[in-house]
């Protein structure tokens, strides 16, 4: 069957519910759940084991590229932020977790963590050259946000197909 107008796994559960209460399976007897669900349930599975490796690698490149914990704790700090954004974009637009909203929570992070490196790398080298710290914040800020624009922009724009999309596993 194809599942319109809510998403896959919602309608699942509670066909499952339905079913173990409907349904007396004998011993030895049971029940599984393919089609779109299962493939949605493995990518889902595969997500679970890359984002924390993907957060771990992005932890140990700006460690080595600011070589202090300091600032790649700033940079890492914006990630949540993101996640919140994120969040209530799917909700905006009556979204469910799908896969192509986890790619775009992949995007969205590398995205967040891309002008933090731009800004936090722009101001370390402002207070260097002996700027004071709200000098060269405000400078740092004002010089970087077409850049943090752009990127952000192209994010975006990128993935706008996601959000229309109405096929298998979009999440309509």
Known sequence: MNVAGRDIGGFVRDAQAEARRRVALSPGYYVTWGGQFES?????????????????????????????AWLASLVLI?????????????????????????????????VAVLNGLVLVSYISQLRSEGASVSDAVIRGCETRLR??????????????????????GSGR
Request: aromatic fraction near 10%; hydrophobic fraction near 65%.
């Open 78 to 110: 914006n990630l949540p932020f993101a996640m919140v954004g994120g969040v209530f974009a799917l909700m905006a637009w009556g979204l469910y977790l799908s896969v192509p909203a986890s790619v775009g929570f992949i995007v969205l992070f590398g």
């Open 147 to 168: 850049a943090v624009l752009m990127t952000a922009s192209i994010a975006i724009f990128s993935l706008i197909p996601m959000v229309y999309a109405t096929g298998p």
């Open 40 to 68: 949605q349930q493995q990518a889902m599975r595969r997500l679970l084991i890359i984002m924390p490796i993907v957060v771990g690698v992005i932890v140990v490149l700006l460690l080595l590229t600011f070589n202090s």
